[in-house]
């Protein structure tokens, strides 16, 4: 394992790699991250792990500033996955000047989490922009946990002509169900127990999607309504069309259902595809 901290090196180092997958991440790693470096390995022969903490997406109120910095902790792990190259770079490297020029992402970015989040899309594409500018992949891997940073990220490799693939993975889950994340740590344990809650409303949300036609306005409220009586601060309960994250015209087939939820202080957000 190599870990470099600079843009000049990475290419370098990178200038005769016949080819290139790349994961980017904020480190903090888990099972999940460490997944979608197995999945990398299949798509080329050298594979890039970032690790940065992306100011540009955090809030005025987020936790950009308690947000876990594990790097040798993250490298142990990735050593043990076998070769890979660690882009660790340092802020004054992502961001050598203010950032004046961003990406815009399309106007789904406002909904969602986007909602309750104002900016941080627009943080995810510049520095995910950035970073296919730095590595210079033939494949990203990224994980659908983050549905809509996903949908965005594949909109602007599109619109944007990245000649570059992007590969979405599926979401790794603990044993009951609950969708790995860095922030789970936040949990006291008895959040954790309850975390799971979400996975299972969303389980139930697909069980009746799949039963036959229903009121999608009235499944998302009583959802919203289920996690509310157990403490839940529901930031949304959504059922959106895969391939636009629209609301469904009459006749799709293909949804997924999407939550983000605080218990206590930790925002959770997770989703499950359906196909009718």
């Known amino acids: 394992m190599q870990v470099i901290h600079t843009v000049s090196e990475l290419r370098q180092r990178l200038s005769t790699e016949a080819s290139v997958a790349f994961v980017p991440t904020m480190g903090n790693l888990h099972a999940g991250h460490l997944d979608l470096v197995r999945i990398a390995r299949q798509h080329a022969s050298c594979v890039v792990v970032s690790i940065f903490v992306n100011p540009l997406q955090f809030g005025a109120n987020e936790d950009f500033g308690k947000y876990p910095r594990t790097l040798q902790a993250d490298c142990d792990k990735l050593a043990a996955t076998g070769e890979v190259i660690v882009f660790a770079p340092g802020e004054a490297d992502m961001y050598p000047q203010p950032q004046q020029i961003t990406v815009e992402p399309p106007p789904i970015a406002q909904e969602l989490c986007g909602a309750f989040r104002p900016g941080h899309f627009r943080g995810v594409a510049t520095v995910v922009l950035k970073l296919f500018n730095m590595v210079q992949p033939q494949v990203a891997v990224f994980g659908k946990k983050d549905y809509q940073q996903l949908h965005v990220?594949?909109?602007?490799?599109?619109?944007?002509?990245?000649?570059?693939?992007?590969?979405?993975?599926?979401?790794?889950?603990?044993?009951?169900?609950?969708?790995?994340?860095s922030r789970n740590q936040y949990l006291s344990a008895a959040e954790r127990t309850e975390a799971v809650f979400l996975y299972q409303t969303l389980t139930n949300m697909r069980k009746s999607l799949q039963n036959g036609p229903q009121d999608y306005a009235k499944l998302?409220?009583?959802?919203?309504?289920?996690?509310?009586?157990?403490?839940?601060?529901v930031d949304y309960v959504a059922i959106r069309a895969q391939s636009s994250l629209a609301v469904p015209v009459p006749g799709e087939r293909e949804l997924v259902v999407l939550a983000a939820a605080r218990l206590g202080a930790t925002r959770l957000i997770d989703n499950l595809e359906v196909c009718l």
């Open 153 to 181: 990220v594949r909109q602007m490799t599109a619109q944007l002509n990245l000649a570059l693939e992007i590969v979405g993975a599926e979401t790794l889950r603990a044993a009951d169900g609950l969708a790995l994340s």
């Open 220 to 233: 998302e409220h009583d959802a919203v309504v289920a996690l509310s009586a157990r403490g839940w601060q």
